[in-house]
């Protein structure tokens, strides 16, 4: 623990225009929109709100610096040292993209610098690692022929990203992307626009090419939209909500882009009474409630063994209302405010649902004060399998506890969901915790932890979560493609 209390600092706000081919410019349109403070609903700044006209410039942009610009012929260990040194840049600025990133987002600044950051700087360089690593097979074909796969960045890479986790969607689409050689589209999302225009500001100084990444703010039905319909754009990565991506998939036919969702979901979290039992609270706690639940993994369906329940839904009350929300600026804060008005209302509605479909609330259940969109952290218990609250995505701080007696029933009734993102087991037989893994359809399996995230490790969906991998190795297939050479010897 600390023992001095950190200043709450304010941070800069430096870029609000979009970034295109290296220079910072307006909306063709003129137009601009407001972020707010989700902590004060104060407006923070006016930014540059793009459409397909600021769009079709960004494209243009990319497509030139991948096809005329130095970024094609450079040298791919040098690729790689220019993603190093944006990570560098971003290690140098630690405190004010910290301080940015909980001020546009709500998130609290000790999380941002506990998770979000981290995992950022370690992204880029682990994907800075690869550029020079990615080469294709020699392959024993028959005759005198001698053939070899070259691979090659797919070209403009259009990179959609949700509010969540700002920074972080920013590194899992340009680390990949960048090491892959492609240069890219970004939109990022309308409620969080300011952390990626400062990344690509350290981008910029780093010294990536003017046109290899272009930030375009603005709505998804319009901006969003645009890069998906546009035919100067190579492939699509998107991710968000699953309505949104089946409109992008759809409208992404017409031009055959390819495309990768990483999508939402409702994580099974299965406590067996055999577990630690002070561990599994913890991870209950900090699989739901982290970043105000506001986690596309977050382990919403709680499910408990029977001999364990009134213990363990006892300790997740104590823990709830020893929970500080607060100003996000503030480093004592653990919880802050949801995103934005939407998602506030979205989740006060299915608390107010719970309820009325006869779950028990037995913590939180409130809004937080009267300014801001706070929540206070919620339990529900008794929640049965077909109750809203354990079918939904609540993207909140809304916990929904489920009791268990037959184990041979548990694995059904975790898979029994739309969505695979991820899902935890928390036992002491390892037999019984490989079984559960083996049986779960999801995409990420937490044994005895949870929301343990690596660079090198793969993630993405089974079902509605998602398609395709994020992370990891797998990661760089979305951002290449496979040309086959055959050369004649004789
Ligand atoms: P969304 O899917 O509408 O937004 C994500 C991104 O897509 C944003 O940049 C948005 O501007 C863009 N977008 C929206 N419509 C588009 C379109 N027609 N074409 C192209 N781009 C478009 O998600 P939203 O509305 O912010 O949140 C709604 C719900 O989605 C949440 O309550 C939550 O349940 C889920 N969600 C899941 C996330 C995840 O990480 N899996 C992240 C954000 C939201
Ligand atoms: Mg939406």
């Known amino acids: 623990m600390a023992t001095t209390i950190e200043p709450i600092r304010k941070p800069k706000i430096q870029q609000t225009e ?26 923070i700044a006016q930014v540059a ?34 993603i190093h040194k944006l990570a560098d840049l971003l290690t140098e600025e630690f405190d004010e993209l910290a301080a ?77 992307a960048l090491a892959a050689g492609c240069t890219i589209v970004m939109k990022p999302a309308e ?28 709505y998804g039905p319009t901006a969003g939209a645009a890069v998906v319909a546009h035919p100067g754009v190579d492939k699509i990565a998107f991710t968000g909500e699953h309505r949104t991506a089946q409109i992008i998939m759809r409208e992404a036919a017409e031009t055959m882009k390819r495309c990768t969702f990483e999508l939402g979901g409702k994580s099974p979290n299965i406590v067996f009474a055999d577990a630690d039992l002070d561990a599994a609270v913890a991870g ?19 499910f408990v063994e029977g001999k364990i329940h009134d213990k363990f839904v006892q300790k997740l009350v104590d823990m709830n209302s020893g929970r500080k929300l607060g100003n996000p600026l503030d480093p004592e804060t653990q919880q802050g405010p949801q995103v934005d008005k939407a998602q506030f209302d979205k989740i006060m509605h299915y608390i107010e649902l719970g309820k009325k479909e006869g779950a028990k609330c037995v913590s939180g259940g409130k809004r937080h004060g009267t300014k801001g969109y706070f929540i206070e952290p919620t339990l529900f218990d008794g929640v049965k399998d077909h ?17 268990f007696d037959d184990v041979d029933e548990i694995v059904d009734r975790a898979n029994n969901t739309m969505y695979g993102l991820a899902a935890a087991v928390w036992t002491r037989d390892i037999g019984k915790a490989h079984h559960i893994a083996a049986k779960v359809k999801a995409g990420t399996v937490w044994i005895n932890c949870y929301d343990v995230f690596d660079a090198a490790a793969p993630f993405g969906g089974f079902k509605m979560s998602g398609m395709g991998r994020e992370l990891g190795e797998k990661a760089l297939d979305n951002y290449l493609e496979e040309k086959t050479v055959t050369v004649a010897m004789s």
């Open 387 to 403: 109750m809203s609250i354990a079918n939904d995505e609540i993207f909140g701080p809304v916990m929904s506890v489920l009791r």
């Open 49 to 82: 709100e793009g459409d397909a006209a600021d769009v079709d410039l960004a494209v243009q942009a990319a497509r030139n610096a991948l096809e005329n610009g130095p970024w094609g012929t450079m040298d791919a260990r040098d690729r790689g040292a220019l």
């Open 284 to 302: 209950a706690h900090l699989g739901l409630y982290l970043n105000q639940g506001q986690c596309c993994c977050a382990g919403s369906r709680v």
């Open 18 to 43: 979009c970034f295109i081919g290296g220079k910072w410019i307006p909306a063709a349109s003129g137009k601009t929109f407001a972020t707010i403070n989700p902590a004060t609903e104060e407006v």
């Open 191 to 218: 409620q969080t626009p300011l952390t990626c225009l400062r990344m690509a500001r350290l981008a910029q100084k780093a010294g990536i090419p003017d046109g290899v990444i272009n930030v375009v703010p603005g």
């Open 100 to 176: 940015l990133e909980s001020l546009d987002n709500g998130k609290p600044i000790s999380e941002a610098k506990a998770a979000d950051l981290p995992l950022v700087i370690d992204c880029l360089h682990y994907y800075a690692g690869w550029a020079d690593k990615i080469h294709g097979k020699t392959i024993p074909v028959r005759g005198p022929y001698f053939t070899y796969t070259r691979r090659e960045p797919v070209g403009v890479a259009g990179q959609i990203i949700p509010w969540n986790f700002p920074m972080l969607m920013v590194a899992w689409k340009w680390g990949p």
